[in-house]
Every structure is written in structure tokens, then in C-alpha cells.
């Protein structure tokens, strides 16, 4: 028996549709082709912190936030979990490697199956430590408290914040710049967004969010992910301009 939609609901099955043609055209062109991901001015910032601790010898500090709550998950948030991986491949065997730390049980949980992932297909087990992946805090201001205590550390060469932080996050940001800390922030919520334009911070907004990594990720499922992104937008865009005419000319209600 056939289900009646609504005209919103057969603009949303539209949407997806179009979502997973882009994909998987995108896709099939990412594999034909070695098409590099060119990053925004905020996600080369993420990379050239990376050759600062390197060539400093220090450690960059990871705060994941609490995306995975039983009062609301956030799929957008635990997009720091493939920074994490990207960071990880750079620091697996140096003397400070990457230290992350999130806001809540679950996320804690697959933060340590990363980092354990990342030793053990570099056939380096032996050198994995658990005190390299922790749980900061059981609620959002106790993850933002914790991460504050770490700040004040000679050996941390940066602060990287990807996922959901509360507007605590200001006193976390303010204990940075009191340090000379570089803190760059990929959080998606409006409020920590807003709060994450305290003090001296680089933020990424919008739909830099989704992919933190930027240039350190090459993988084709995330350039083909991101390129049918552009090519949705375009298609909305495009929808958008032709309701609005079309409205106007009375065609539609």
C-alpha cells in the first residue's frame, strides 16, 4: 500500500537522494583521479601546528568535548575522532605523542579504540599508553575544568577543541592566551561558536566543522564526502532561487 507524503516530506526524500547520487559519483571520481583536498586558511592552521610541535618537541593537546551524552548525541561533534586519527599518525613515535581527552564515557570509549588502532597497525603495540587517551569529565563543565588544569603544562605546543563544548569554554580560552597557548577550535554549536571567538583563538565555522582534519586527511571517502557536500549545496541553491521565482509567478501556493 502506497504512503502519501507531504510536500515537505518529498523534498526531504529528494534531498537524500540527491546526497547519494553526489556521493557516489564523487566517489567513483575520487578513485579515477588524484583529485587533493584544498583546505581553508583555518585548516592549514590546523596543520602548521603540527609542524610547530614537531619541530618544538612537544605535545598538542586534544579536547574532544561531550558529543555522545544520554541527553543528546551530536554526530557532528564526534567529528574530532578522525583529527584525532590524523594526529595520531604523527605523533605515534614521538617522545610526546598526541594527548586527548573527552567529556563523556562513551566518547572516551572510542577515542581508546583509536588510539589502540593506531599502534597496533603501526605494529607498535608496546607503546601504547592508556594515560595518552582520558576521560576528562563526566559533564560539560567538568570536560572544560579539566582540560583547563593541562594548560599550564611547559610541554603542550597547542590545544586543539573539535566537538560540542558549553560556553564554559570562555574560561578555557582565557587560561590559554594567559599561557601563549595556540588554541584552534572546531566546535559546532552557535554558543560554543560564539564563545570560541574569545581571546586569540582560530575557529573553524560552517562546514569546516564536519572535517577538522583539513590536508591531513587524504582519505578518498572524505574527499569524496566533501566534494558531494559542494554539489548538494549547489543543487539546494539552485531549488531555492527556482521556488522562490516560481513563486512570485504564482505557480506555487
Not at 507524503?5 to 518529498?10: K, P, V
Not at 572516551?108 to 588510539?115: E, F
Not at 594567559?178 to 560564539?194: E, M
Request: hydrophobic fraction near 45%; charge should be positive; aromatic fraction near 4%.
Amino acid at each position: 500500500m502506497a504512503i502519501a507524503l507531504n510536500l515537505n516530506d518529498q523534498l526531504a526524500v529528494t534531498i537524500a537522494a540527491l546526497g547519494l547520487i553526489f556521493l557516489l559519483i564523487n566517489i567513483l571520481r575520487v578513485k579515477k583521479s588524484k583529485r587533493e583536498f584544498l583546505a581553508a586558511s583555518g585548516k592549514e592552521a590546523v596543520e602548521t601546528l603540527v609542524h610547530v610541535s614537531s619541530e618544538q618537541g612537544k605535545r598538542l593537546v586534544l579536547g574532544l568535548g561531550h558529543s555522545l551524552t544520554s541527553s543528546g548525541i551530536g554526530l557532528s561533534g564526534a567529528s574530532g575522532l578522525s583529527l584525532q586519527k590524523a594526529l595520531l599518525k604523527r605523533s605515534l613515535f614521538s617522545d610526546h605523542p598526541l594527548q586527548s581527552f573527552a567529556g563523556d564515557g562513551s566518547l572516551a570509549c572510542l577515542s581508546r579504540m583509536i588510539v589502540q588502532g593506531a599502534y597496533r597497525g603501526a605494529v607498535a603495540s608496546e607503546l601504547f599508553r592508556g594515560s595518552i587517551s582520558q576521560m576528562g569529565g563526566v559533564t560539560p563543565v567538568t570536560a572544560v575544568t579539566s582540560l583547563t588544569n593541562h594548560i599550564s603544562d611547559g610541554d603542550n605546543a597547542g590545544l586543539l577543541l573539535a566537538g560540542q563544548f558549553s560556553p564554559m569554554l570562555v574560561l578555557l580560552l582565557d587560561q590559554a592566551d594567559r599561557h601563549d597557548l595556540p588554541v584552534i577550535t572546531s566546535v559546532p554549536s552557535l554558543s560554543g561558536q560564539a564563545a570560541g571567538f574569545f581571546g586569540k583563538s582560530t575557529n573553524l565555522i560552517g562546514e569546516d566543522v564536519f572535517d577538522p582534519a583539513g590536508k591531513l586527511n587524504q582519505s578518498k571517502a572524505a574527499l569524496a564526502s566533501l566534494s558531494a557536500a559542494d554539489w548538494l549545496r549547489i543543487a539546494i541553491s539552485v531549488g531555492l532561487i527556482l521556488a522562490a521565482i516560481l513563486r512570485m509567478g504564482g505557480s506555487l501556493p
